[in-house]
């Protein structure tokens, strides 16, 4: 059953996003450019392209944690495609049974009068009050990046109608936003980094320095735990005097503990575990479809160019040769 924590009667104070939010919005957005230059477009016509979809997450008060999202469909009068969008919400309720429409976002320089409508357009379909998170992909592009490699700040605005009473009147209001991820989160979007950006040799993979900090940090807790464990053992079997004082502060130590049911832990690291591995499964199977890609278009490039030059006497093509592919 699923945990009412959404308030919709409550204004949103502050946004939380997770960094698998704004892998979704580039990869939408870099995909429709790529279409649209697979179809003869020119590169010039970039400014008119626009990923819109909507955002999943939870609300807790008046904290919004956005989580997922996915794209949406348009029909020909600019409105979204309301049959396609049921099916994406039926199919992520499935998988997602705890996430719920919060939101839509664009990827946009800058906000338009038909958003007004489109806002609109969300608080009849999906939820109450959404929210609309604008990502600038041209202050992306030109954002030049800091000694460490990665990008300072992030073009994004996070926006709300400030009268949801009067569709007519709507006037989106930018509201506080940080990012929040967990582990498995941050192993992803290293992988996609890693394979989506050429990286000096020399420069500091920050993900394996988290892990290595991670653990030490744990080596070193084990081994105060074992020393306490040893003293106690022994103390029981008499081979140290009893100390009272120290017997006090390990009970002291034990009390502070977080209580907390060894079933609901089990589970909860093991549905973690299961995130990391479904992480790298898919992000093997994505550099294999890079790896596949690049293949292909690198067999194109060579047969369109030996197709343009043609020889006296012989036929443009393939053949066949001494049981092997040859080009003639």
């Known amino acids: 059953m699923r945990e009412e924590v959404m308030d919709t009667r409550a204004d949103i104070e502050s946004v939380s996003i997770h960094p698998l939010v704004l892998v979704n919005l580039s990869d939408g957005h870099t995909r429709l450019i790529a279409a649209r230059e697979m179809s003869g477009s020119s590169s010039k016509s970039r400014a ?9 997450g939870k609300r807790v008060r008046n904290v919004l944690e956005v989580n997922h999202s996915f794209e949406l469909k348009e029909n020909p009068d600019g409105s979204f495609d309301r049959e396609f969008g049921d099916t994406r919400m039926a199919q992520f309720e499935e998988i997602f049974p705890m996430l719920d429409v919060v939101g839509w976002y664009a990827c946009d320089d800058q906000l338009r009068q038909s958003d007004l409508q489109r806002h609109t357009e969300i608080m009849e379909l999906f939820c109450e ?11 992306a592009l030109k954002n030049e990046q800091s000694s460490t490699g990665y990008f300072e700040t992030i073009p994004i605005t996070v926006n709300v109608a400030t009268d949801a009473q009067n569709s007519e009147n709507l006037i989106f209001k930018q509201i506080p936003y940080n990012f929040l991820s967990t582990d498995s989160e941050r192993i992803a979007v290293d992988h996609v980094l890693e394979h ?23 080596t070193m807790l084990m081994t105060r735990v074992d020393v306490i ?28 503990l977080p209580s907390m049911q060894l079933a609901d832990y089990t589970r909860a690291l093991s549905e973690e575990g299961e995130s990391v591995k479904i992480v790298s499964y898919m992000t093997g199977l994505t550099k294999s479809v890079c790896l596949l890609d690049d293949v292909v278009k690198k067999f194109k490039a060579a047969y369109d160019g030996l197709m343009r030059q043609p ?3 012989t036929l443009r093509g393939p053949a066949i040769a001494s049981g092997s592919l040859r080009f003639v």
């Open 48 to 56: 008119g392209v626009r990923a819109t979809g909507v955002l999943l």
């Open 129 to 139: 009050k959404p929210v609309f998170l604008l990502l600038d992909v041209t202050k």
């Open 196 to 218: 989506a950006t050429s990286s000096d040799e020399n420069s500091s993979d920050i993900l394996l320095q988290h892990l290595k900090a991670l653990r030490r940090s744990i």
């Open 229 to 256: 464990s040893s003293y106690l053992e022994a103390s029981q079997k008499g081979e140290i005097p009893w100390d009272a004082r120290l017997m006090r502060a390990a009970a002291e130590v034990c009390r502070e």
């Open 311 to 313: 020889r006296k006497g």
